[in-house]
């Protein structure tokens, strides 16, 4: 038998890296997936196929000793985790099929994270979101310690979350807003530019509060106003946004690039995820979109994404 599941990618609209600090964010699910599939193998191991790398570990190993790339870690613990809990002694291979590119803020590893959770549950029966979301995140924390849980959240739930710390929602549904995706093609690591952001406020506590605080109002009134669809106001915050993002340190000069373009056509951009490098987005509509992914594609690939409403799904 084998057990499917898939989980979207994300973009952050406002608030990341301030969300590791205890700062509201705004994500939301994009129609890009992740899909994981697990068979039960009679070989007593644990083989994971993906397109960026294969790599098999026999079942039982030391807690100390994972072994393997970094990024496997959490597919091994969740699988190692689910055939304990059945009390199974049979080994399993699993398959990542992905149409999200990792390491350009996409939220590829959560998304990866979540189906093959949930796909390897899903051998012994189907586990509740909440559940699945709940052992994602502890393995994503395997090798992000300091992951918020914010690109876990949406990518579970799918449509648009406002997320803190301290618990999330989703957003009513607005599946009609439409990004324009760049992606600068300079690959990053999410952990490098949070570890960045955590040296610039040891360098500068007060700065980093107040800004903190700005943020945080920016997000509020940018959670009025996507009630009311007025988008020029809300591109408006994006790029405000942006702003504070570059003066913590986590935009390129690829990015801003990329972003100046937008703005000369969409109703605002920004970097979005991690920063140092992956995505940009262009908040636009009907009237502007054809412009901006034209202008964005002479500098950068670019696609257009849409809301994703379903979130994790057992397919
Ligand atoms: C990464 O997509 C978002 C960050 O805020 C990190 C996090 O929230 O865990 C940079």
Redesign the pocket.
């Known amino acids: 038998m084998k057990s499917s599941a898939s989980a979207p990618g994300k973009v952050?609209l406002f608030g990341?890296?301030f969300?590791?600090y205890g700062v509201r964010?705004i994500l939301c699910a994009i129609d890009k997936r992740i899909r994981a599939t697990s068979q039960l193998i009679d070989e007593k191991e644990i083989r994971i196929r993906s397109e960026i790398g294969d790599f098999e570990a026999p079942l039982h190993f030391p807690e100390a000793d994972q072994g393997g790339p970094r990024f496997m870690r959490p597919f091994l613990h969740v699988t190692r985790e689910a055939l304990r809990e059945a009390g199974e002694r049979r080994g399993v291979e699993m398959w990542l099929e992905s149409e999200i590119p990792p390491g350009i803020?996409l939220?590829s590893s959560s998304a990866a994270c979540l189906a093959a959770t949930a796909s390897v549950a899903g051998l012994f029966g189907k586990k509740p979101r909440e559940e699945i979301l709940r052992r994602a995140l502890e393995a994503e924390r395997l090798i992000?310690e300091?992951?918020?849980?914010?690109?876990t959240s949406v990518s579970a739930l799918g449509g648009l979350v406002s997320y803190t710390r301290d618990g999330f929602e989703r957003l009513g549904s607005r599946d009609e807003l439409a990004l324009v995706i760049a992606n600068s093609r300079q690959v990053h690591s999410?952990r490098e530019?949070?570890l960045k952001v955590r040296e610039f406020r040891a360098k500068n506590p007060e700065a980093f509060d107040a800004m903190c605080r700005d943020e945080e109002a920016l997000v509020g009134s940018a959670l009025g106003l996507l009630g009311s669809g007025n988008l020029p106001m809300l591109g408006q915050l994006m790029s405000k946004n942006q702003e504070m993002l570059k003066e913590i340190g986590v935009s390129t000069e690829k990015l801003d690039l990329l972003v100046s373009e937008a703005q000369k056509t969409s109703y605002g951009a920004k970097l979005t995820?991690?920063?140092g490098g992956g995505c940009v987005i262009a908040l636009v509509d009907k009237s502007n979109m054809a412009q901006t992914l034209d202008s964005l594609g002479k500098i950068g690939q670019c696609f257009v994404a849409k809301v994703d409403l379903d979130g994790l799904r057992y397919t």
């Open positions: 952050i990341e890296h969300v590791v964010a803020g939220g992000f300091d992951a918020s849980g914010a690109d999410t530019e949070v995820g991690a920063g």
